[in-house]
């Protein structure tokens, strides 16, 4: 089994020339990167053209510490570059810099000819994308400019222009997130088995429930204690909640974090800890009912998320399927554990779910536990105060 699975992820094409110094990180790039400990130093190879793709990077524990990549690679930015020994291992095509949990940049070594063809592509691609901008900067400077006339034009120009390259980045870094999604595979759910889940999905009889609507909502899954323990250790780890790109673009405005049961129990977080492994173990309890109809398997961690006062998410699903037939990504299952103790129907935050049969609301209630198919949409209504829930998506091994 190879210690690294890692799909890449396309960047803004651009070409760039970067020495020694500016690829060398002092991250490590993983929790586990113990695995990658006495790695042989690369062999240094002296200004050659590379292709970089950024990699989403999962470690498995190995008895060597070899690395290799799967799947498909998709182009992303072009450089010359000095390879440096520092953070970086060798995969089957090419290197990996491991830059910090989850992200890799992997360099796929170009012939010069083949440099110079990709850069003439990227230049051609680069010159649509500024006509495109400009476009729509021009567009949006005559509307505003209608609405005010007396307007200092310059410094509204400006001001759009930036907020559009704001956006298009975002959108952009967005959209590569999508396509290096499709290929993220989970490891067998059955190494996750929970006792804890396996009670929890005979008793809301889960199952019956996802196959005759699509999404089950059971509460009092965990008592109030419990709940109010989980909220407290939430609100500790807020240094590591982040933005998101969709933050850029006004489709969302949660702060989020990832992490595992291990992760949560070594920052002193017992009980998210707990409710991280029951998330887990639903995947193996349905495998183990049968009737799904998918093998369903288990990504590492789970999702810590708080929407603010104001905070909301737009309507949206989980997972789609493209004309091409196939998938954004692994994701067949959503389920959520919310950690709000005294929530109110004033405080919003509301998930609604567009079911087949109507638009259901489920209020963040504290201990509610949501289950719903990751292709059903759902949104996230204003909330009027933090609000917490704890995620996991469960995969389908398609």
Avoid at 281 to 306: F, H, K, Y
Avoid at 347 to 368: F, K, M, Q
Wanted: a neutral charge; hydrophobic letters at 45%.
């Amino acid at each position: 089994m190879p210690t690294t699975v890692a799909r890449a992820k396309r960047a803004i094409c651009r070409r760039t020339s970067v020495d020694a110094a500016t690829l060398r990180t002092p991250e490590r790039a993983l929790d586990d990167a113990k695995v990658l400990d006495g790695a042989a130093a690369l062999e240094l190879v002296e200004a050659m053209h590379y292709r970089v793709a950024y990699a989403l990077v999962f470690v498995r524990a190995a008895p060597d510490v070899s690395a290799a990549v799967a799947g498909r690679r998709l182009q992303g930015d072009l450089i010359r570059a000095t390879l440096v020994a520092h953070n970086w291992v060798k995969v089957e095509s090419g290197f990996m810099m491991l830059e910090k949990p989850g992200l890799g940049r992997l360099l796929e070594p170009l012939s010069a000819d083949a440099y110079a063809v990709a850069s003439a592509a990227a230049d051609a691609q680069a010159m649509v994308a500024r006509r495109e901008t400009a476009a729509l900067v021009d567009r949006a400077c005559a509307a505003a400019l209608a609405t005010a006339p007396g307007a200092d034009e310059g410094a509204l120009r400006a001001h759009i222009q930036a907020d559009v390259l704001r956006r298009t980045a975002a959108a952009e870094a967005t959209k590569a997130h999508h396509l290096a999604s499709r290929a993220i595979v989970g490891a067998a759910a059955g190494t996750a088995a929970c006792a804890e889940a396996d009670a929890f999905v005979a008793s809301s009889r889960l199952v019956d429930g996802l196959l005759a609507r699509g999404f089950v909502v059971f509460d009092d899954v965990i008592n109030d204690t419990t709940t109010c323990s989980a909220r407290c250790e939430a609100e500790s780890l807020g240094e590591y909640l982040k933005p998101t790109l969709q933050a850029l673009t006004g489709t969302r405005s949660d702060r989020v974090g990832w992490m595992s049961a291990d992760d949560f129990a070594a920052r002193g977080c017992p009980t998210l800890a707990r409710l991280a492994r029951l998330q887990r173990g639903v995947a193996a309890a349905i495998n183990a009912d049968g009737r799904w109809g998918e093998t369903l398997t288990v990504p590492a961690q789970s999702m810590l998320s708080c929407y603010g006062a104001g905070g909301r998410y737009r309507k949206h699903t989980d997972n789609s399927r493209g004309d091409d037939g196939v998938c954004a990504n692994a994701r067949a299952l959503t389920c959520i554990c919310y950690l709000n103790p005294d929530w109110t129907a004033a405080d919003g935050g509301t998930l609604r779910i567009y079911a087949e049969s109507g638009t259901v609301d489920v209020a963040p209630a504290t201990g509610r536990v949501v289950v719903f198919d990751a292709f059903l949409d759902h949104g996230v209504l204003e909330a009027r105060r933090d609000r917490y829930a704890l995620t996991f998506w469960v995969f389908a091994n398609r």
